[in-house]
């Protein structure tokens, strides 16, 4: 039996920056600080922490003096900055240059909103890492606005509309929201001259977009497809969706000890593939295991 590992899957540039930065560290130092899990990858992350990564909280954060913190390529709030540096904390800043570039469009847009009584909406996880450190860059009032439509509620269709979208958001999600958006504004101002706008940024990650297409094309190319990620992962959870509607002989696997035997019977060719946070050397154990069980049949 073929098992073929998808070349393309794994960490993206902006999570393998920040594991680089934090292995750089922590042979230099022995010890490093972590706000957040590194990756949503549970493995990974647990490798790291045996060579001495310490994950934290924000509360974490507030009890902690006189040492090096990294920030994930999540990125964080500037409250995060201020408040390491009333602790003393040397910040080792492992942020994604596409988030911290977000963070800056956001920045200067909300200021324009602001002076045009208009309003900045995020399509995103509210909660999640990233979005939190987005809204930061609006002083919190960006409105986040994810797949329930009684989100929509927050927004003021009475006032112009400044849309983003968090980087791993589903592309075709985002396309139905603004359209939805643009629908309600021209609803809402029915008959009146003078609509408020709508502007619509796409800052979904490519390297997050432009990985579906390829699934698809992968997942089709085989019998069977194992893939691979932490069950965290916002896009490992929209990727694995790809893989299952091109191939519905598509299973969802955090590591090895996940694999059932009974789902190779009659496979000749497997694929393996993984989200943006899955370590290549965990696709690696799990193509092993998959040869290894294929072999006791
Ligand atoms: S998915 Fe894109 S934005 Fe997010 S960390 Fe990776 S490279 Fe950066």
Request: a positive charge; aromatic letters at 8%.
């Amino acid at each position: 039996m073929k098992v073929n590992i998808d070349k393309k899957s794994g960490f993206c540039f902006g999570v393998l920056n920040a594991i680089k930065t934090a292995e750089e560290f922590l042979d230099k130092y022995g010890t490093l600080f972590c706000l957040g899990d590194i990756v949503h990858n549970n493995k990974e992350v647990n490798r790291l922490k045996e060579k001495g990564l310490i994950t934290i909280d924000h509360n974490d954060l507030k009890d902690l003096y006189n040492t090096r913190v990294l920030i994930r390529a999540h990125g964080e709030p500037p409250q995060t900055y201020q408040a390491a540096k009333e602790n003393n904390l040397e910040i080792i800043d492992a942020s994604c240059p596409v988030v911290l570039k977000l963070q800056n469009r956001i920045s200067v847009s909300q200021q324009k909103a602001l002076e045009a009584n208009g309003q900045l909406v995020i399509f995103g996880k509210e909660g999640h890492a990233e979005v939190v450190g987005l809204k930061g860059y609006t002083a919190d009032k960006a409105i986040v606005v994810g797949n329930n439509p009684d989100d929509l509620k927050k927004i003021d269709f009475s006032r112009p509309i400044t849309l983003y979208s968090q980087t791993t958001q589903n592309k075709e999600e985002y396309r139905l929201l603004a359209a939805k958006i643009k629908q309600m504004l021209a609803e809402h101002h029915c008959g009146k001259s003078e609509a408020p706008g709508l502007k619509v940024y796409n800052t979904i990650c490519g390297q997050v977009s432009n990985r579906g297409p390829h699934l698809a094309g992968f997942a089709k190319q085989h019998d069977l497809v194992i893939f691979v990620s932490g069950k965290k992962s916002s896009n490992g959870k929209y990727l694995f969706e790809i893989c299952r509607s091109h191939n519905p002989n598509t299973y969802f696997v955090s590591g090895k000890e996940e694999l059932q035997k009974d789902w190779l019977t009659g496979v000749y060719s497997t694929g393996v593939c993984g989200a943006t946070s899955t370590p290549m050397w965990l696709m690696e154990e799990v193509a092993e295991e998959i040869k290894t069980l294929k072999h006791g049949l």
